[in-house]
Antibody
Framework: QVKLVESGGGVVHPGGSLRLSCAAS????????MHWVRQAPGKGLEWVTF????????YYADSVKGRFFISRDNSKNTLHLQMNSLRAEDTAVYFC????????????WGQGTLVTVSS | SYVLTQPPSVSVAPGQTARISCGADNIQSKAVHWYQQKPGQAPVLVVF???DRPAGIPERISGSNSGNTATLTISRVEAGDEADYYCQVWDTSGDHLYVFGTGTKVTVL
């Protein structure tokens, strides 16, 4: 079955950087678009970014544009999120999620990794 | 930007029916998807494309979409249905391509 496992979260100072990874298994990774979605403590879900199945197109929420960069390595079935110039408001659990084929939604999620931006 | 408005909370007795609304301008023109999220867990897709269910989701969970309101209906509510529920659409007009609703906490009395 589909399995998504995030890693790389932790505590970082404001202005710092962090790189998240998501290891995928149980499906043909290179055939699916992938997302990062985040959830601040006690808050709702916020879509962050998407990458096309082949890495050819990427999209970002305005709140992270120019600071976060999504990438993928289809040879290693891995998704990444490079987060730069981190702010306190970026504190959240970050989930990677698999795009549902033919539908603009997410049919599988990882368990999430917590990023805390604090001085 | 496109805003999806949900009631903050819904309370329902076991065995009764819970209805969770998701309101937005002309939402009927969009495909609405619904997620269930239990504390400390990842969201789970329970309804997609207004009224379809992924494999493994019970038939007592259903969705509808008309006018300015989409609705998630949970029939014969069980204690295990207690969770947060989010609606979601795809929209190109705002700063998020994938828009989530504000979320509804369902409490089973």
């Amino acid at each position: 079955q589909v399995k998504l496992v995030e890693s790389g979260g932790g505590v970082v100072h404001p202005g710092g950087s962090l790189r998240l990874s998501c290891a995928a298994s149980g499906f043909t990774f290179r055939s699916y678009g992938m997302h990062w979605v985040r959830q601040a403590p006690g808050k709702g879900l916020e879509w962050v970014t998407f990458i096309r199945y082949d890495g050819g197109n990427t999209y970002y929420a305005d709140s992270v544009k120019g600071r976060f960069f999504i990438s993928r390595d289809n040879s290693k079935n891995t998704l990444h999120l490079q987060m730069n110039s981190l702010r306190a408001e970026d504190t959240a659990v970050y989930f990677c999620a698999k795009e549902m084929m033919n539908y603009l939604t997410f049919d599988s999620w990882g368990q999430g990794t917590l990023v805390t931006v604090s001085s | 930007s496109y805003v999806l408005t949900q009631p903050p909370s819904v309370s329902v007795a076991p065995g009764q029916t819970a209805r969770i609304s998701c309101g937005a301008d002309n939402i009927q023109s969009k495909a609405v998807h619904w997620y269930q999220q239990k504390p400390g867990q990842a969201p789970v897709l329970v309804v997609f494309d207004d009224d379809d269910r992924p494999a493994g989701i019970p038939e007592r969970i259903s969705g509808s979409n008309s006018g300015n309101t989409a609705t998630l209906t949970i029939s014969r509510v069980e204690a295990g249905d207690e969770a947060d529920y989010y609606c979601q659409v795809w929209d190109t007009s705002g700063d998020h391509l994938y828009v989530f609703g504000t979320g509804t906490k369902v409490t089973v009395l």
